[in-house]
């Protein structure tokens, strides 16, 4: 249930994500009720996907942080860094579930890899696209 970040009809907006080893392609369906499933789309390739490495506190919302950074472990791949305005207009954009069910959209300016597959982020721009800022995100 990732909040609409994109402007468009609320109810033609749907994200999926998958990530598996070793990758197969995904079909993903969908339902009004829970029978009469009808194919949407066809996910060719892994998502992006990672867990926190640790725990993300509080920040600001709607400005850029200077004082938090975001930890996490990517399964595959990497991330680059972005100037300031190509984040504002919605470069480098992560969703990240907190330990209660909600999602917070991101928004980061800088990206290091500080070891193999882990990734330090930080210029965060917080509680995007109407999401809020929570305090629970947790290892």
């Known amino acids: 249930d990732l909040p609409q970040y994109e402007t468009g009809n609320a ?7 998958v ?4 990758w197969r392609v995904v079909t993903l369906s969908s339902s009004a009720t829970t029978e009469g499933y009808q194919a949407r789309v066809r996910l060719g390739q892994p998502a992006q996907t990672g867990v926190l490495a640790g725990p993300l506190g509080a920040g600001v919302t709607g ?3 200077a004082l938090h950074a975001l930890t996490l472990n990517l399964h595959f791949g990497g991330l680059s860094s972005a100037g300031r305005l190509a984040v504002l207009n919605g470069r480098n954009r992560v969703a990240i579930l907190a330990s ?3 999602w917070e ?5 800088s990206a290091e890899e500080i070891s193999a597959g882990r990734w330090r ?4 721009l917080r509680g995007l696209h109407g999401t809020t800022v929570l305090h629970d995100y947790g290892r």
């Open 63 to 65: 400005r850029f942080d």
């Open 19 to 22: 990530f598996a080893r070793p």
């Open 100 to 102: 209660n069910g909600v």
């Open 11 to 17: 109810s033609s907006f749907a994200r999926g994500a």
């Open 121 to 124: 982020l930080t210029k965060l």
């Open 105 to 109: 959209i991101i928004g980061f300016q």
